[in-house]
């Protein structure tokens, strides 16, 4: 209800009549009352919101509401509000159930002289409940605030028995309120205060209030803890006395450090005492004791006038200064006394007004101080100061100091005489440095820079150019900044310049010769070293850092360190030639070797070196040069593996290999080129026309033409001529080759293939389903090569260098049985590569098998089961989703491979923090069905691996043992079955696999 008692009255009803009559008979009885009418939803709702109501009347039905939904929504939005149910007629059953729902009173039409008191009655209620309510409020939010003070609080009855205790209570003494409620509460405090209580009982039942007192308290370990104690009777309604509120606050920090500054000020070498403003004692410490008694035989004591302990002539002095410290001023004196040796003493005695927290003086603060030895030591000073002086203007160096604000301090002759030299100026203590006229704005920019770095508090050298201008040449200066402190606060600057421009040219002129060094060594890939034999420390050229890969600022170049950047298989031979060289005293040594870079790189370099002897033909240190000629290997090496490879090529492909050095006329072939040709090797010229000699003569011009086109660059060589073998019989020959050519472009040598085509130009009726087999020929035949040029051209080199040893070479037994071991090696590294390959051929092979419908869900299960040990181990979750699709006419060997390689490499490669958790779905579409299988394994990454995932004998984790045929294998195995397989992931994140297989 409102201040003005006017009861705001909510009336939910539809016949105006009712709603009349209602406020009739309310009239008589509440005359202060607000009726507001509504009749449907939106108007309740709305007078809900703006009218707030006091009580609501509801009739039971409306047309397009009920009094249910209004008591409901009243209840959401004013719990507390009472709604009243006038009606017509209403069941028992209805009435307990609204009741329920929160329903304050029922009134029936007919019965409406109980509307006024239901209404009063149930505004009372609801009045009652809010001060409840409110109340409860209170006392939480009051049992909250104790329960988290930071003080203990506690209460007891008047025999001491703990009633309450609080979590400040918890944290100081350590006991919980279950261990101390019913207890005596004198358990907390030290056996000597067991009956402190009593007086305090004593003092409460007569009406006396207690002060704030300090004490100590017992924790529940028996630590004592020194407390400050605020204590507060209990008393009930009537005033007697109940019980007790304590409030307790551990003040054992405060009480140390008051301790510890007791100390502090009666430890100290002045000597402290404070007097009131009339002059009285108030304190002292043990120091200013102790002088009074030495030197003038008093005894200081609290209360007397600080003045009967004055010399009578100086009262009346002391007086004035006391008199003008009450003021506010501070004073400061001198005093000489002679001690019992006759020994001269100077005291200095300072006067400060003592003030109280308010700011207010209420005393004098006087501390006294023997400065005897001080003032000696200012004499000392003052001697060393001169002798200071003369050492710094002894000196050529430039030593001056500046203030924090930049103003000239100090300085030695030297800095005079140069400031009067170059601008004739004659500097003074006081003159601002950055401000003067006679300097440029840039240059005293400058300055003024390295002043405040050094005002920051930093410490630095910095060499300073000028340049030539008037008739005063360029000059360099080593400066030192150095920030000038005064009790650790920065009062200024001290600075010294010595002059180091003869230095800085010499140093000028070996940088230029170094750069010019640096840059030819550049320009030839061409680094220097050196190496140091007693320490075996080596020194590196910029270059030899640049072409091993390494940064000199972190790189410790050492004869160790250098040979592990030598790859691995030519480390020793690399070592064992540097110590050898040892013996050829001046003689050059020349080696080739490989380096590895740190991010993984193989260079070759030509290393070149001299040994120097020391004069008893000793040698003491190695100086070399190390050139990068990588490049060139790459290019005979390339010149190699393409020989090998065409070589290797023709033992499967009929082709027939050729090497032509154009600029010497020789001609190389091979025994399949012998073949093709139908030439012996006895007759073979080995000279350009031994290869014209046999073409056809019709063709001879066209065949020249296109060899020359090629020469100059015009087109690539891929053409087809005939021939006449010994016979005089026509075969059609297939030519392609390449152009190795020099920096200029000039072509030097041509290397390439010939095949008889004879037979296909014979049937040119199967031509079509020849060129047909040709292309997958041709892709087989990529794969073939990237076998034979990659994982056959090892082993083969291998055996055909050790074959090759047994036939030529005189080897001992030991040497023999060493040469047939590797033979045997490399066969078996063959065989290995021979039996992959037939695995490959046999599932072009298998294809062929019939097809049968397979279950998604049986082929995952039967996999389950053979991999059971593995899954278990390795706690691998396998979830399948195949509600969309489950069945599929396929190769099922094909399908389970697939799926196995999916799931082993699963297991394999899981991340070693995490189980591994497998998923496989399918998914149909009208063309074709997609699964979907994903892990949350190490991953691959794409972005640097892409290209090689699905590639043979490619591997992209080396923790595990594996050939790297798997994905291979697979995507082989999709395809096969006229699907496509595609890949998705990022390392530490899994990878997913998209199979598409047609239906």
């Known amino acids: 209800m409102k201040k003005d008692n006017k009861i705001k009255i909510l009336h939910l009803e539809d016949v105006s009549s009712d709603a009349d009559l209602v406020a009739r008979v309310l009239k008589k009885s509440i005359t202060k009352n607000e009726i507001r009418v509504v009749s449907n939803k939106a108007s309740y709702e709305e007078a809900l919101r703006e009218f707030s109501p006091d009580i609501v009347l509801a009739d039971h039905s409306l047309p397009t509401y009920d009094s249910i939904k209004a008591l409901k929504l009243l209840k959401r939005v004013k719990p507390l509000t009472p709604f009243i149910l006038v009606t017509g007629t209403v069941s028992e059953e209805f009435a307990v159930e609204m009741m329920k729902e929160g329903l304050t009173d029922y009134i029936l039409k007919d019965r409406l002289q109980r509307l006024p008191s239901a209404i009063q009655l149930a505004l009372e209620s609801t009045r009652k409940l809010s001060e409840k309510l409110e109340l409860e409020k209170k006392n939480e939010l009051l049992a909250s605030i104790v329960n988290h003070s930071e003080d203990a609080i506690y209460s007891t009855d008047v025999n001491g028995q703990i009633m309450s205790w609080n979590l400040g209570a918890e944290k100081i003494f350590g006991y919980k309120s279950k261990e101390v409620i019913g207890k005596n509460h004198l358990m907390l405090f030290p056996d000597h205060l067991r009956n402190f209580d009593q007086a305090i009982l004593a003092k409460f039942k007569k009406g006396i209030s207690i002060e704030k007192i300090e004490t100590e308290s017992k924790r529940k370990n028996a630590e004592v803890i020194n407390t400050s104690v605020s204590i507060s009777p209990i008393n009930d309604l009537n005033g007697k006395l109940i019980g007790i509120s304590w409030i307790l606050r551990d003040i054992t920090v405060r009480k140390k450090v008051e301790r510890e500054m007791s100390l502090l000020i009666n430890n100290t070498e002045e000597g402290f005492i404070l007097v009131d403003r009339n002059l009285n004692i108030v304190s002292y410490n043990n120091k200013f004791q102790t002088l009074y008694k030495k030197y003038f035989s008093l005894n200081v004591k609290k209360g007397d006038s600080i003045l009967n302990y004055a010399q009578s002539e100086n009262v009346s002095r002391l007086k004035q200064i006391y008199k003008d410290v009450l003021k506010g001023e501070v004073a400061q004196t001198n005093l000489s006394i002679s001690d019992a040796k006759k020994n001269n003493k100077l005291f200095t005695i300072k006067y400060s007004p003592a003030r109280d927290a308010e700011d207010k003086i209420v005393g004098v603060f006087v501390t006294t101080r023997d400065i005897t030895e001080l003032k000696k030591l200012e004499e000392q000073q003052k001697y060393e100061r001169r002798d200071k002086e003369a050492l710094i203007n002894s000196t050529d160096d430039l030593i001056w100091s500046v203030s924090s604000d930049f103003n000239l301090l100090a300085f030695n002759k030297a800095f005079e005489e140069t400031m009067l030299r170059f601008v004739d100026i004659q500097f003074k203590p006081g003159d601002n440095l950055i401000r003067t006229k006679h300097?440029?704005?840039?240059?005293?920019?400058?300055?003024?820079?390295?002043?405040?770095?050094?005002?920051?508090?930093?410490?630095f050298k910095k060499e300073i150019y000028t340049p030539s201008y008037g008739k005063h040449p360029e000059t360099w200066m080593e400066t030192s900044f150095n920030p000038i402190f005064d009790q650790k606060k920065i009062t200024g600057i001290a600075c010294c310049s010595r002059y180091i421009t003869e230095r800085k040219k010499a140093e000028k002129k070996i940088m230029h010769s170094e750069e010019r060094l640096r840059e030819a060594q550049a320009i030839a890939m061409l680094g220097n070293w050196e190496?140091?034999?007693?320490?075996?420390?080596?020194?590196?050229?910029?270059?030899?850092?640049?072409?091993?890969?390494?940064?000199?600022?972190?790189?410790?170049?050492?004869?160790?360190?250098?040979?592990?950047?030598?790859?691995?298989?030519?480390?020793?031979?690399?070592?064992?030639?540097?110590?050898?060289?040892?013996?050829?005293?001046?003689?050059?040594?020349?080696?080739?070797?490989?380096?590895?870079?740190?991010?993984?790189?193989?260079?070759?370099?030509?290393e070149r070196w001299k040994t120097l002897l020391d004069n008893d033909g000793n040698p003491f240190r190695v100086v070399g040069t190390c050139q990068d000629i990588t490049h060139r290997k790459k290019v005979e090496d390339g010149i190699r593996d393409l020989t090998y490879r065409l070589q290797i090529a023709t033992s499967s492909a009929g082709l027939g290999i050729f090497d032509w050095d154009i600029e010497s006329n020789e001609l190389i072939w091979d025994d399949q080129m012998y073949k093709i040709f139908d030439v012996s090797k006895e007759k073979f010229s080995g000279a350009f026309e031994a290869w014209s000699n046999t073409v056809h003569p019709d063709d001879l011009a066209f065949a020249l033409d296109e060899v020359q086109a090629v020469i100059e660059g015009r087109k690539e060589f891929h053409t087809t001529f005939r021939i006449l073998n010994s016979n005089k019989e026509v075969n059609f020959i297939s030519g392609d080759a390449i152009v190795l050519r020099d920096a200029q472009g000039k072509a030097l040598r041509m290397i390439g293939v010939n095949r008889n085509i004879t037979q296909q130009k014979k049937a040119e009726e199967e031509r079509e389903k020849i060129s047909l087999d040709l292309l997958q020929q041709n892709k087989d035949l990529q794969q073939?090569?990237?076998?034979?040029?990659?994982?056959?051209?090892?082993?083969?080199?291998?055996?055909?260098?050790?074959?090759?040893?047994l036939r030529t070479m005189q080897l001992d037994e030991e040497e023999r049985e060493d040469m047939l071991a590797g033979l045997s090696a490399s066969v078996i590294k063959l065989n290995t590569v021979i039996l992959d390959l037939n695995t490959i051929l046999q599932l072009k092979r298998n294809v062929s098998e019939n097809k049968e419908t397979v279950s998604f869900s049986h082929l995952i299960k039967n996999i389950h089961i053979s991999l059971s040990n593995q899954i278990k181990a390795d706690r691998v979750e396998i979830r399948t989703d195949f509600m969309e699709i489950d069945k599929i006419l396929t190769l099922k060997s094909y399908l389970y491979s697939v799926f196995y390689n999916l799931i082993t490499n699963s297991i394999k490669y899981k991340q070693p923090d995490q189980n591994p958790v497998i998923s496989i779905k399918s998914i149909k579409f009208p063309d074709k069905i997609e699964l979907h299988y994903s892990d949350n394994g190490m991953g691959i990454d794409l972005t640097k691996k892409g290209s090689q995932v699905f590639g043979l004998y490619k591997r992209f984790h080396n923790h595990k043992e594996g050939k790297g045929m798997g994905l291979f294998m697979t995507k082989t195995q999709v395809e096969s079955l006229g699907g496509k397989i595609s890949i998705e992931s990022e390392v530490n994140k899994g990878t997913k696999f998209v199979i598409q297989l047609p239906v």
Not at 439 to 459: H, N, T, V
Not at 562 to 569: K, S
């Open 439 to 459: 300097f440029p704005k840039d240059y005293l920019k400058f300055w003024k820079q390295q002043y405040e770095r050094a005002l920051s508090g930093e410490s």
């Open 531 to 606: 190496t140091d034999l007693a320490t075996m420390n080596v020194i590196w050229s910029a270059e030899t850092y640049r072409i091993f890969g390494m940064d000199p600022k972190r790189f410790k170049t050492t004869h160790g360190a250098f040979l592990e950047l030598v790859h691995l298989e030519d480390r020793t031979r690399v070592n064992e030639a540097f110590i050898n060289s040892f013996e050829n005293g001046s003689l050059e040594n020349v080696i080739e070797h490989r380096i590895v870079t740190p991010s993984g790189i193989v260079k070759h370099v030509e």
């Open 784 to 805: 073939f090569t990237y076998i034979v040029s990659h994982n056959l051209r090892a082993p083969v080199a291998n055996i055909m260098g050790a074959a090759e040893a």
